[in-house]
């Protein structure tokens, strides 16, 4: 501020202008050397970050299939082993083979773990309680399953076995909290549908054996959720929930071959001497592990019901090839049909389940402005 001469009071604006000036010519330095937030920005940010999603949902949809085809060929393998080995070699023991496979199991993963090639907490004293009852629905899973592929034809063993699939999606709503969808629920019904078709002509009818089957229908089904389960809250892993099956399975099966004379039985089998037999009996056992690694596997990345009719789906060739494997199929035109019912079935929930839903992923992932003051 200055006086002037007449006395009057004057106001001195220059330094005022001065600083305002100054003030506009910071703003306008920050402006031009900071980058403001425009709209091509946050265009390149959200196409960068998709992409990075999308290749995340690539690498977890090859990890769904793998473990599921990997799972798929594994089954299909050891049904078709196992089916050789009881039927066309006439083993008198199933109850020997599934001791043979618990042992491979135990050795092949002993090894690994000291050679440091797999990894898995040590034995400790409520290690049993954590896993339970896993250990007994997966040896008697075990007993029955191969019991039941020594007493019925491969088809239809392969059609019953389609009775898994409803008990999973049943256990997975009650124990999970998972609800199919509608197109799943509507394939598993009509295989079920078109085992029950096939069943009702079943020529070669074998009261045990269709006990056998139903029985590790609902162990398989059993299996599948609580191993989904102990993957999810214990730190045991999936090599340690193989490992700790086999292992607390061993005594009681020996005991059982022991105490039902199948121990000698299977001892006193003259094919012994026969290279190829004795090539295919230990490729049963150890498939038997592999199975049992491919099954955790698939479960971990995808579902129960998923591990459970992918297992199914495998029967498509079981199926067919079942039909010269092992002699004892008996040809009807009304049993044929419910097995084909049954095949396109499987196919049907293969396409379902492994369809990807981009748009909805894509929705899903969008930026909402609702509730944000603009």
Not at 54 to 78: H, L, R, T
Not at 104 to 115: F, H, P, Q
Request: net charge positive; aromatic share 12%; with cysteine.
């Amino acid at each position: 501020m200055s006086i002037s001469r007449g006395g009057s009071t004057a106001l001195d604006l220059a330094p005022l202008l001065d600083a305002n000036n100054s003030d506009n010519s910071d703003n306008e330095g920050k402006s031009n050397g900071a980058p403001l937030n425009t709209p091509n920005s946050s265009s390149k940010e959200l196409r960068s970050r998709e992409r990075e999603r999308e290749e995340a949902d690539s690498a977890i949809f090859v990890k769904k299939v793998g473990s599921a085809v990997f799972y798929g060929v594994a089954s299909f393998m050891i049904t078709v082993v196992n089916k050789t080995v009881l039927t066309s070699y006439a083993f008198p023991s199933f109850l020997f083979l599934s001791l043979g496979q618990l042992t491979a199991s135990i050795v092949v993963l002993g090894l690994g773990k000291r050679t440091k090639l797999v990894n898995f907490p040590p034995l400790q004293r409520n290690t049993f309680a954590k896993i339970f009852p896993l250990p007994l629905i997966f040896g008697f899973n075990m007993i029955f399953g191969l019991g039941g592929t020594k007493a019925l034809s491969l088809p239809m063993f392969a059609a019953l076995r389609r009775f898994s699939i409803l008990m999973t999606m049943l256990l997975e709503l009650k124990i999970l909290g998972v609800r199919p969808t509608t197109a799943v629920q509507v394939s598993v019904y009509a295989m079920i549908g078109g085992a029950l078709i096939a069943a009702s002509d079943d020529l070669s009818f074998n009261m045990q054996g269709y006990t056998y089957v139903m029985i590790t229908n609902a162990l398989t089904a059993s299996n599948g959720v609580y191993v989904k389960k102990k993957l999810d809250t214990s730190e045991i892993g999936k090599y340690g929930l193989m490992f700790y099956n086999s292992l607390f399975m061993f005594v009681p099966a020996l005991l059982l071959n022991y105490f039902t004379g199948d121990l000698h039985k299977a001892l006193e089998f003259p094919s012994w001497n026969d290279p190829a037999f004795v090539v295919q009996f230990l490729l049963s056992c150890v498939m038997g592990f592999i199975l049992s690694y491919s099954t955790i596997l698939c479960t971990q990345f995808n579902s129960a019901l998923t591990t459970t009719i992918v297992g199914c789906l495998k029967n498509i060739c079981v199926t067919y090839l079942g039909m010269f494997i092992g002699g004892d199929y008996v040809f009807s035109w009304l049993n044929c049909i419910g097995i084909n019912i049954s095949v396109l079935a499987s196919l049907l929930y293969t396409y379902v389940t492994f369809r990807r839903k981009q748009a909805p992923d894509k929705q899903a992932h969008l930026p909402s402005s609702r509730g944000e003051n603009v």
